[in-house]
């Protein structure tokens, strides 16, 4: 017999998500994956455990939500493997009521995870039907992020500094823009490279200066400047 249940904190009247036991269970065994490859934060592991991934992703491929896989969604890009949101989300250390910035909010769960975390969070899209899509969504959950369609190259300048900034989304360098939009002692997580990206945290000391430290080697969709559709 297969029950269903709304989403606890679903507030949208037409935007309704359906979470069933097994959604749940595949997102505890999901849990239970992630915490084998290495995620230990438990405010990231109860973050994973609790937002229902199936709602960012296409009916039609509902199946593979709770798959450690990336994804396609529209306009080329991806949802992130889940192991790879937990593990940019570890590293950022977000403390409640910080100001992130994220860079490529894509489907949107990457900025759930963030907000569920308590950070603000000032997300930037450069495609404005993903922009659109995450925005409504989000709200439907009870998130409210700070949407903006654009070129993620240049942030948010006239919302810095920020305490934290992610990107997600494979860049070809540090990005020196952004770096600047950091608060002292604030850090930054990208992953910089070309057909592969080494994961890197990015923090800005008390001199102004980048102390850099790399992790693992990921794929990403590229970050492109200069262009949004």
Do not use: W
Not at 156 to 184: M, R, S
Not at 197 to 211: D, W
């Amino acid at each position: 017999m297969n029950f269903l249940s709304v989403y606890p904190f679903n507030f949208a009247t037409d935007m309704t998500i359906i979470d069933t036991f097994k959604h749940q269970g595949l997102r505890r065994k999901l849990v239970d994956e992630i915490k084998a490859k290495g995620i230990t934060d438990q405010a990231v592991l109860a973050a994973i455990g609790k937002i229902p991934r199936h709602a960012f992703m296409d009916n039609a491929f509902i199946e593979f939500a709770y798959a450690d896989k990336a994804f396609p969604i529209d306009a080329g890009q991806t949802i992130s493997q889940p192991y790879t949101v937990a593990f940019q989300s570890q590293l950022l250390g977000i403390n409640k009521g910080e100001k992130v910035l994220e860079i490529g909010t894509g489907s949107g769960y990457q900025t759930a995870v963030l907000c569920e975390l308590g950070a603000k969070v000032f997300s930037i899209e450069r495609h404005k039907v993903l922009a659109d899509k995450a925005r409504n969504l989000l709200q439907s959950m009870g998130y409210i992020p700070k949407i903006h369609f654009g070129d993620g190259f240049k942030g948010l300048p006239v919302f810095a500094p920020f305490d934290k900034i992610i990107i997600t989304c494979g860049a070809p360098e540090i990005p020196v823009t952004l770096f600047e939009q950091l608060k002292p002692g604030g850090l930054m997580v990208a992953p910089v490279g070309e057909k592969v990206q080494v994961m890197k945290t990015v923090l800005k000391n008390a001199k102004g200066e980048m102390e850099i430290t790399d992790f693992n080697t990921f794929r990403f969709v590229p970050m492109l400047g200069d262009k949004v559709r």
